[in-house]
């Protein structure tokens, strides 16, 4: 993700980040493309997450991460499910932080 102050990302940029995303997983060989609105969800989910930095999140989501959940997705997962699975328990074990992620994620999706 782009290192940028606050975690906001420019619209530019998370299309861009989105498209990526959908080639990654294009090249991974997945049986149903992802959607692009799909892709630029979970970008912009990343985007959110970082925001939780400063309630003492020790790391944001990798690019890794959001691969793991579309690709979960896109095995029939539904995207909360995928997310709650792929991104918010690799993050982290604290309960508060995984209630706010998940608040997160419920938001985003």
Do not use: N, W, Y
Not at 48 to 61: H, I, T
Not at 75 to 88: F, I, K, M
């Amino acid at each position: 993700m782009l290192g940028l102050a606050g975690g906001a990302l420019p619209c530019f940029a998370r299309k861009l980040l989105a498209v990526l995303l959908r080639l990654r997983l294009g090249l991974l060989g997945q049986p149903r493309p992802l959607e692009l609105g799909l892709a630029g969800e979970l970008v912009g989910l990343a985007g959110r997450l970082r925001q939780l930095r400063d309630r003492g999140l020790p790391e944001v989501p990798s690019t890794r991460l959001l691969v793991a959940a579309a690709r979960l997705v896109a095995s029939g997962v539904p995207p909360r499910e995928a997310c709650r699975t792929a991104v918010a328990g690799p993050l982290t074990d604290d309960p508060d932080l995984l209630a706010a992620i998940h608040d997160v994620i419920a938001a985003v999706l």
